[in-house]
Structures are given as structure tokens and as C-alpha cells.
């Protein structure tokens, strides 16, 4: 049997609820597939700082680091929102983002069919649309000295070395050959010398990939093209700050961010969480959406598990389930069946186990 360690940080607001449904679904893979996980729960964000004070303990990042893959629900909320920067429940995801090197961050943003009606553009204009946002995650503005702020002023420092720039352009080429798709590198060259300069290096690094078709884009102009025509793209690559409004943008291709999963890979490490945020809101209520953090976890299968086949069929179990009109309130429209987190949880795992059946009784059928 295979055994694969994960460590689980299920965060703050709607993350435990989702990190239950992601572990119930690991479960049921794990029977299913002869797969063992030895899984080790530690607390990130918020939860870590009222327990330890501080976002992220050194024996939490250590498990990390000791771990095949990560997963992670979501961090922060306004309980802790006044706090100095060093100590607000994001430096953690941040510090786990450096400290276990994942610099690539891809973000996948599909439309499943049954949910075109749920986004608020319009359906002609989404169906159809597969936009891969590769964004830059340990570097740029969000990491870049000096920084801070006084009275007087604030400020921060966006750099990018060479290598930093090959490694995410490669990511992005790599992608997009597998898709058969293109390129489009996303910048803001007309001002800033950050961005000429990543440009520059983009241009370098598709010598290698004459294969791939690319294309470069101002920062502005693609927010726009994407709400616009979201169908001209394919992969999208970007830095660590225009990534990270990229693609919430794309989510809303999607319908709602509660559908988009994430995956962060370095050298050696792998997380993987949901985009969405911590929904303070609806939190403790049952009523978050569980997909984003399924749709983790299958992207985890994927890409550090190597479970294609489980993969696939936990994606159609979802597609089954949001056929059949059952729906989270933040996706839900009039004709749909709304149903609780853990009844979404439910239900998928209930659909999981319909295709295997099938699956069986088409083989016997075979050999009948
Ligand atoms: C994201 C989030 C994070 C980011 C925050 C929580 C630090 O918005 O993963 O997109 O800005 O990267
Ligand atoms: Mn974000």
C-alpha cells in the first residue's frame, strides 16, 4: 500500500468546514485506491496566532516540509485584521509560500456546464472557456525589500531576478504544450521597468518553446479582455500581484469563487488550497461550498499523487452532482436544490461511488 503524508491546515472561518469534506473525500479515495495517508492536523492564520501568537509555528511549517503535500482551507478574518503586518494571519500562508518554496501557483479556471447560469456574465460569453492563471507566488511585490510604512509613508519594492522569471515562463510554456493551447504573458511594460524586464526574459525563455504561440498583454487591458472574451485566452502567466487579481477575476468566470481550487509547486513541495477566503460571514453555518476544496484535493491526485483515474472520477462526480441541480447557496439558482456543505459532501461522495459502480456493472456487462 502506498502512503503518502499530508499535512492538513484547515485555517480560519469556512476552512475547517471545507478541510472536513476534503478529508472525508481523501477517505473514501484512499479505500478505494489502496492509498495510505498518514495525516497530521496543525493550525495556520488566525487559529495559530490566538493559540501561539504567531500565524504559523516552526513545528507547523515543519510538518510541511516533512509532508508529500499540503492542504490548506483558507486563512484570516476581522478579528485579526488590526494587527501589525508581521503578525496578521496572512504572513502565514505567505511564510509557508517562501519557506517550502512554492513559486509556481496554478489557478484553473473552468466553467462546468451546468453552472453557466449561475455566473453573472453572460452564458455565450463563458461556456466554452478554460483560462489557466499561472501566477508568480514567491516573489515580486508581496516579498520584495525594503518595505514598511510610517505616518508619513508606505512602501514596498517589486523586483524580479532572472531566474524567478525563467522558472514561472517555463511552468507556463510546459502547460501550455500539454493543452495544446498558448501563452499569453501578462504585464505592465509601458511603465514599469519590472515589467520590460520580465518581458524581456519571457521572450528569452520562448526560444526553447517556438512551439507554443505567445503573447504579451498589458495588466489593464487583460482585466478587461477576460470579462470581455474570456475564450481568447488559455494560459494566462503573470506576477505574484496581478496573478492574485487575475484570478479572482477568472473565478467569477466560474460562477462564484466557491468552485476554484489552487495549486502551489516548488522544487520540492506542494500545497494545495482553494482561492476563495475565509467567508467569515457564513462560517460555522454548513453552508459553505465544499468544491473549491474537492477540486484541491483533486489537483492534488493529479499532481503529486499520480491518481489520474481518481482525479477524473471525483471531477465527474462533481459535474454529476451540479447536473442534477444541486447547488451551495452561492451557486444556487431558482430551480436548483440547496443543500448544506456537508450535504454537498454527501452527495459527491454518493455520485463518486455511482461511477465506480457503473463502471463495474459496464464491465460485466463485457462479459456477459
Ligand atoms: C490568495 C490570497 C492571498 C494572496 C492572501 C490571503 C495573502 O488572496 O491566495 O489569492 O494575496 O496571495
Ligand atoms: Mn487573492
New binding site residues.
Given amino acids: 500500500m502506498k502512503t503518502f503524508k499530508i499535512t492538513t491546515l484547515p485555517g480560519d472561518g469556512i476552512g475547517p468546514e471545507v478541510m472536513d469534506v476534503a478529508l472525508a473525500v481523501l477517505d473514501l479515495v484512499g479505500s478505494e485506491y489502496g492509498l495510505n495517508f498518514e495525516i497530521k492536523s496543525e493550525l495556520a492564520g488566525g487559529a495559530s496566532l490566538d493559540q501561539f501568537n504567531e500565524p504559523i509555528t516552526e513545528s507547523a511549517l515543519q510538518s510541511c516540509l516533512e509532508s508529500d503535500a499540503v492542504l490548506l482551507g483558507?486563512?484570516?478574518g476581522p478579528k485579526w485584521d488590526n494587527l501589525p503586518q508581521e503578525k496578521k494571519?496572512?504572513?502565514g500562508?505567505?511564510k509557508l509560500?517562501e519557506v517550502l518554496g512554492l513559486f509556481s501557483?496554478l489557478r484553473p479556471a473552468k466553467i462546468f456546464a451546468p453552472l453557466a447560469d449561475a455566473s453573472s456574465l453572460k452564458k455565450d460569453v463563458i461556456v466554452g472557456s478554460d483560462v489557466m492563471v499561472v501566477?508568480e507566488?514567491t516573489g515580486g511585490i508581496?516579498f520584495g525589500e525594503p518595505r514598511g510604512h510610517d505616518k508619513h509613508e508606505g512602501f514596498n519594492t517589486l523586483r524580479y531576478k532572472k531566474y524567478e522569471v525563467e522558472r514561472i515562463a517555463k511552468v507556463a510554456f510546459e502547460l501550455a504544450r500539454k493543452r495544446n493551447g498558448h501563452v499569453t504573458s501578462v504585464d505592465k511594460a509601458n511603465v514599469l521597468d519590472s515589467s520590460q524586464f520580465w518581458r524581456d526574459v519571457v521572450h528569452e525563455v520562448h526560444k526553447d518553446y517556438q512551439d507554443v504561440p505567445l503573447s504579451n498583454m498589458y495588466v489593464d487591458n487583460a482585466a478587461m479582455q477576460l470579462v470581455r472574451d474570456p475564450k481568447q485566452f488559455d494560459v494566462i502567466v503573470t506576477q505574484?500581484?496581478f496573478?492574485?487579481i487575475l484570478?479572482?477575476i477568472t473565478a467569477m468566470i466560474t460562477g462564484s469563487l466557491g468552485m476554484l481550487p489552487?495549486a502551489s509547486i516548488g522544487e520540492k513541495h506542494a500545497m494545495y488550497?482553494p482561492?476563495h477566503?475565509t467567508a467569515p460571514e457564513i462560517a460555522g453555518q454548513n453552508k459553505a461550498n465544499p468544491i473549491a476544496m474537492i477540486c484541491s484535493v483533486t489537483m492534488m491526485m493529479e499532481i503529486t499523487l499520480n491518481q489520474p483515474e481518481a482525479a477524473h472520477r471525483l471531477n465527474n462526480a462533481i459535474e454529476s452532482v451540479l447536473e442534477n441541480g444541486i447547488r451551495t447557496i452561492d451557486i444556487a439558482s431558482t430551480d436548483s436544490t440547496i443543500v448544506t456543505t456537508d450535504g454537498m459532501r454527501d452527495e459527491i461522495i454518493h455520485a463518486f461511488q455511482q461511477t465506480n459502480k457503473s463502471i463495474i456493472d459496464s464491465r460485466e456487462l463485457v462479459r456477459e
Fill in positions: 483558507a486563512v484570516g494571519p496572512e504572513k500562508l505567505l509560500r501557483n501566477r507566488l508581496y505574484n500581484l496573478g492574485d484570478s479572482d489552487s488550497e482561492v477566503g
